[in-house]
């Protein structure tokens, strides 16, 4: 779990400097950086977050 903290962390450190990036030299390149970033992790989040609710309703008797 502290890996996946860890990695939400670096994605958010990352996405805002791509945007401060995209701020101080106005290339676009950086911004299309930060949101395909931000999509993928917010991705990765759902199906991370699905697998824990999955984990929780789908409980399988022994």
Same mark, same amino acid.
């Given at each position: @779990?502290?890996?996946? /903290?860890? $990695?939400?962390?670096?994605?958010?450190?990352?996405?805002? *400097?791509? *945007? @401060?990036?995209? +701020?101080?030299? /106005? =290339?676009? =390149?950086? +911004?299309? #950086?930060?949101?395909?970033?931000? /999509?993928?992790? *917010? #991705?990765?989040? $759902?199906? *991370?977050?699905?697998? $824990? %609710?999955?984990?929780?309703?789908?409980? %399988?008797?022994?």
């Amino acid at each position: @779990m502290w890996l996946l /903290r860890l $990695l939400a962390v670096l994605t958010l450190l990352f996405v805002a *400097v791509g *945007v @401060m990036a995209f +701020l101080l030299t /106005r =290339n676009k =390149n950086y +911004l299309v #950086f930060a949101w395909r970033l931000f /999509r993928y992790a *917010v #991705f990765v989040a $759902l199906v *991370v977050f699905g697998l $824990l %609710i999955l984990e929780r309703v789908a409980v %399988i008797p022994l």
